[in-house]
């Protein structure tokens, strides 16, 4: 088949939007909806100055979204003075798997000159994440242990770089799956906190689909996800086309299995309806600024008060990541 744009040979059929397009038109096509995603949620704030820049950090794991998230936004805001990027990598400790990762973190970063930072579960927790699957105290799935520690990791050190924002590579898949599992779960509340947390714009004259914008959450840094109008697939032909050093490997304790079934679904409903992810998305956010007018705002944030533990922001005495650890402590 052509590319629809210039004649070239396609090396992707887009079926939700009916195009074909070859190598240089779908790196465009990837890029451009990316830029376009930074203006509809307004993430370059109008206090941005060469003077005062803002400071994103990037969570970046080695993996194709994260990878492909630090270039782009390297291409776009590399000569920009309002804009710091500062790339963020956590070693979880898993053998075999994450040292390779982050040898392609260190690459990418090295090649981009940006400044990278990587922290461990050992040297925050005293854990790896081999020996937690092992013990599995409270027989949940390791994805279940390692998304708490991740996301405090991030959290903390998010704050600890004076980030304005946190940017993470959740792709057009991923978004879509989360909004599925918590409609499926009847999950309202979590919908307002997803639409404040990452998906609502920050500017109220930015091309945004909803007229809500978020509400500011001073118990955590912000969150963005950039890529997600992107398939998943159109992000690992943009780093294989750039020649990016991505480490494309499943992690060997993925196991979460409502979100496995979530993708199957996903995968079916995407090839027999094309363009079901975008449509579920479209109505997802309109519905989650709703949610959050009802569920959100200011009551919300009054229920974060800190860890007994940890001084951590939680809306619980011990905050969940210290309940964890106490649990692994006493196997």
């Not at 040979?9 to 190598?23: I, K, P, Q, R």
């Not at 070693?91 to 981009?112: N, Q, V, W």
């Not at 520690?149 to 304005?164: H, N, P, Q, V």
């Amino acid at each position: 088949m052509e590319c629809d744009k210039c004649g070239d040979d396609a090396v992707l059929h887009a079926a939700y939007s009916g195009l074909h397009l070859c190598e240089h038109h779908l790196c465009r096509a990837v890029e451009k909806r990316l830029r376009r995603r930074i203006r509809e949620d307004g993430l370059v704030s109008d206090d941005a100055t060469p003077e005062d820049p803002e400071t994103w950090v990037i969570g970046l794991s080695g993996g194709k979204d994260s990878v492909v998230l630090t270039q782009i936004l390297h291409d776009v805001f590399d000569r920009d003075p309002r804009i710091e990027l500062v790339a963020l990598s956590i070693h979880e400790g898993i053998e075999g798997y994450r040292d390779r990762s982050l040898e392609a973190c260190e690459e990418l970063t090295e090649e981009l000159d940006i400044r990278h930072e990587v922290v461990s579960y050992s040297e925050e927790f005293d854990v790896e994440m081999d020996d937690v699957v092992e013990k599995d105290p409270e027989g949940m799935a390791a994805c279940a242990y390692c998304g708490v520690f991740r996301r405090d990791i991030l959290s903390r050190y998010a704050e600890t770089l004076d980030a304005d924002k946190l940017l993470t590579g959740h792709n057009l898949d991923d978004e879509a799956e989360t909004a599925m599992m918590n409609f499926f779960e009847g999950d309202v509340d979590q919908i307002a906190k997803h639409f404040d947390a990452s998906l609502g714009p920050f500017d109220s004259d930015s091309d945004a689909p909803t007229e809500r914008t978020r509400e500011d959450q001073d118990h955590h840094v912000p969150r963005a996800k950039p890529l997600r109008d992107v398939p998943e697939k159109e992000i690992a032909l943009y780093a294989r086309f750039q020649d990016l050093p991505a480490h494309i490997t499943e992690c060997p304790h993925s196991s979460e299995a409502y979100r496995s079934e979530m993708q199957e679904l996903m995968l079916g409903l995407e090839e027999d309806h094309p363009g079901t992810r975008h449509s579920i998305m479209a109505g997802y956010e309109k519905l989650a600024a709703l949610a959050a007018d009802a569920y959100g705002g200011d009551d919300a944030d009054a229920d974060f008060g800190e860890c007994d533990n940890c001084g951590s922001p939680t809306a619980r005495d011990i905050c969940r990541k210290c309940n964890l650890l106490d649990a692994l402590e006493a196997v």
